[in-house]
């Protein structure tokens, strides 16, 4: 089964930046929608970052002014720019396709309603 594939994590100090890549391949082409999720465990998966076709971007409050999705679409990859990285940035990050809009639900993306979930990449901040 087709997946996308993250990668660029690391480790950094608080402060820090990193940029994670996800390279898009088969069918997820066509999506329109891309997101950059992230999770601990014991919580959630919560979406960090969308960019759609159109290049139209949404944050989540917490990474807002400090994180930038963009996408090259002649490399088919989607990029998320991380800077002031935050101790509690620390998560393993995915990147995730959406076949319609970059809908939210109160101010928040659905999981379910993207695909193509890899391995992920894992960002860890030191204080």
């Known amino acids: 089964q087709e997946q996308l594939v993250a990668s660029g994590g690391g480790s950094v100090q608080s402060g820090g930046s990193l940029r994670l890549s996800c390279a898009v391949s088969g069918n997820y082409y066509s999506a329109y929608c891309m997101g950059w999720f992230r999770e601990v465990p014991g919580k959630g998966r919560e979406g960090v970052a969308t960019i759609d076709s159109d290049s139209t971007t949404q944050y989540a409050d917490s990474v807002k002014g400090r994180f930038t999705i963009s996408q090259d679409n002649s490399k088919n990859i989607v990029y998320l720019q991380m800077d002031s990285l935050k101790p509690d940035d620390t998560a393993m990050y995915y990147c995730?396709?959406?076949?319609?809009?970059?809908?939210?639900?109160?101010?928040?993306?659905?999981?379910?309603?993207?695909?193509?979930w890899g391995q992920g990449t894992q960002v860890t901040v030191s204080s």
């Open positions: 995730a396709a959406k076949f319609g809009v970059c809908s939210t639900y109160g101010g928040r993306w659905r999981p379910s309603d993207f695909a193509g």
